[in-house]
């Protein structure tokens, strides 16, 4: 039943998502999906994740029968989980993360039929969660977690003097920045966040949604998505924020693919540092396309080679390029994602909205 509530209550967020969508698109509609996805035959549609949105606009500029429509991935899936909706109103669906997965699951928890989809491709490029803080405050963070720096660590911390955790006075209390799960990079920082507390509490590393409501992970949970909230419309992108205010957030949750050439970027004695946190947990892109249609066929309308440069260009690992500057440190990637299942990534979207 919760379940079903939280799908219904996502319907709520259509019309919003559907005013995003026109704003971005200047007032065109979207259509049925198929060729142009709003009904033109010389026309692809891209949904971009805003992980993404460098990616796709770089494709628009380069091919300008190319259109592009920028979203979190959680306003898509609300929208293609809603009663009525039969297809993907796209040519190309970009995403991090597993967003088909959990849009089907979604669909099955609120007994619709599944999407008609033309599938998903393999994986694209990936990047890991890390966490980012200024040197000095890595410094006192590795001195109060001798165990590995993870946001099991960070959690009982947050919004106490940075004293506590080894840090100055002058530094106030320590703010942590982790990302809406509503995007791609946020799912992943906040399912390797999770996975961190229930190892420390002897839950299996892979959690399921069942794990959040217990008592040892649900408080520390909400402590850490109270303060992210705190920070207002900074909390959307902390990265973002830290990088031109690094006092706004003690530790920030990020993907590498962002944090890593910022990072390198980054000068003087007290610039970032990327902390890659255990267990290792990665944000993989993908494209899903409408029926009728295939990811291979897609990728080469446009141009596989030039996404996946696009792709290592903007600090994605994809196999076969080189890593960007900043990119690729750290212990190896799994083979896997790490990620929890799609209804437990459900279920911790519904209880990062729900926190106050």
Same mark, same amino acid.
């Given at each position: 039943?919760?379940?079903?509530?939280?799908?219904?209550?996502?319907?709520?967020?259509?019309?919003?998502?559907?005013?995003?969508?026109?704003?971005?698109?200047?007032?065109?509609?979207?259509?049925?999906?198929?060729?142009?996805?709003?009904?033109?035959?010389?026309?692809?549609?891209?949904?971009?994740?805003?992980?993404?949105?460098?990616?796709?606009?770089? +494709?628009?500029?380069?091919?300008?029968?190319?259109?592009?429509?920028?979203?979190?991935?959680?306003?898509?899936?609300?929208?293609?989980?809603?009663?009525?909706?039969?297809? +993907?109103?796209?040519?190309?669906?970009?995403?991090?993360?597993?967003?088909?997965?959990?849009?089907?699951?979604?669909?099955?928890?609120?007994?619709?039929?599944?999407?008609?989809?033309?599938? !998903?491709?393999?994986?694209?490029?990936?990047?890991?969660?890390?966490?980012?803080?200024?040197?000095?405050?890595? %410094?006192?963070? %590795?001195?109060?977690?001798? !165990?590995?720096?993870?946001?099991?660590?960070?959690? @009982?911390?947050?919004?106490? @003097?940075?004293?506590?955790?080894?840090?100055?006075?002058?530094?106030?209390?320590?703010?942590?920045? +982790?990302?809406?799960?509503?995007?791609?990079?946020?799912?992943?920082?906040?399912?390797?966040?999770?996975?961190?507390?229930?190892?420390?509490?002897?839950?299996?590393?892979?959690?399921?949604? %069942?794990?959040?409501?217990?008592?040892?992970?649900?408080?520390?949970?909400?402590?850490?998505?109270?303060?992210?909230?705190?920070?207002?419309?900074?909390?959307?992108?902390?990265?973002?924020?830290?990088?031109?205010?690094?006092?706004?957030?003690?530790?920030?949750?990020?993907?590498?693919?962002?944090?890593?050439?910022?990072?390198?970027?980054?000068?003087?004695? %007290?610039?970032?540092?990327?902390?890659?946190?255990?267990?290792?947990?990665?944000?993989?892109? !993908?494209?899903?396309?409408?029926?009728?249609?295939?990811?291979?066929?897609?990728?080469?309308?446009?141009?596989?080679?030039?996404?996946?440069?696009?792709?290592?260009?903007?600090?994605?690992?994809?196999?076969?390029?080189?890593?960007?500057?900043?990119?690729?440190?750290?212990?190896?990637? @799994?083979?896997?994602?790490?990620?929890?299942?799609?209804?437990?990534?459900?279920?911790?979207?519904?209880?990062?909205?729900?926190?106050?």
């Amino acid at each position: 039943m919760r379940r079903f509530l939280a799908v219904v209550a996502a319907v709520g967020m259509v019309a919003a998502a559907l005013l995003v969508r026109t704003v971005i698109d200047g007032g065109s509609g979207g259509g049925s999906g198929g060729a142009g996805g709003d009904g033109s035959d010389d026309t692809t549609t891209v949904v971009c994740g805003p992980d993404l949105r460098a990616l796709c606009e770089a +494709l628009a500029a380069a091919d300008p029968t190319v259109r592009v429509v920028v979203e979190d991935e959680a306003d898509t899936v609300a929208r293609l989980a809603a009663d009525g909706v039969a297809g +993907l109103d796209a040519d190309a669906w970009f995403t991090v993360g597993p967003a088909a997965a959990v849009l089907a699951d979604d669909r099955a928890a609120a007994g619709l039929p599944p999407l008609a989809l033309g599938g !998903t491709s393999p994986v694209l490029a990936r990047s890991p969660a890390v966490l980012v803080a200024a040197a000095d405050r890595a %410094n006192a963070l %590795n001195s109060a977690c001798p !165990t590995g720096v993870t946001w099991a660590c960070v959690g @009982p911390f947050a919004g106490r @003097p940075w004293t506590e955790a080894g840090g100055q006075p002058a530094w106030g209390q320590l703010r942590p920045g +982790l990302p809406s799960p509503a995007t791609g990079a946020g799912l992943a920082v906040w399912s390797q966040a999770v996975s961190s507390q229930t190892v420390a509490v002897d839950l299996p590393a892979l959690w399921a949604r %069942n794990d959040l409501d217990d008592p040892a992970v649900s408080g520390w949970f909400d402590a850490l998505a109270t303060q992210s909230k705190r920070a207002g419309a900074a909390a959307g992108d902390p990265l973002s924020r830290f990088l031109v205010a690094p006092a706004t957030f003690g530790v920030v949750g990020a993907l590498e693919a962002a944090a890593g050439p910022a990072v390198q970027r980054g000068a003087g004695r %007290n610039a970032p540092s990327l902390i890659y946190p255990e267990p290792v947990v990665s944000a993989d892109v !993908t494209l899903t396309v409408p029926a009728g249609s295939s990811p291979e066929e897609v990728l080469d309308r446009l141009g596989r080679d030039r996404v996946e440069q696009l792709l290592a260009e903007e600090g994605w690992r994809v196999p076969g390029r080189p890593d960007a500057p900043g990119v690729g440190g750290g212990p190896p990637l @799994p083979d896997t994602s790490g990620l929890a299942s799609p209804g437990s990534l459900s279920y911790l979207q519904e209880r990062w909205g729900a926190a106050r």
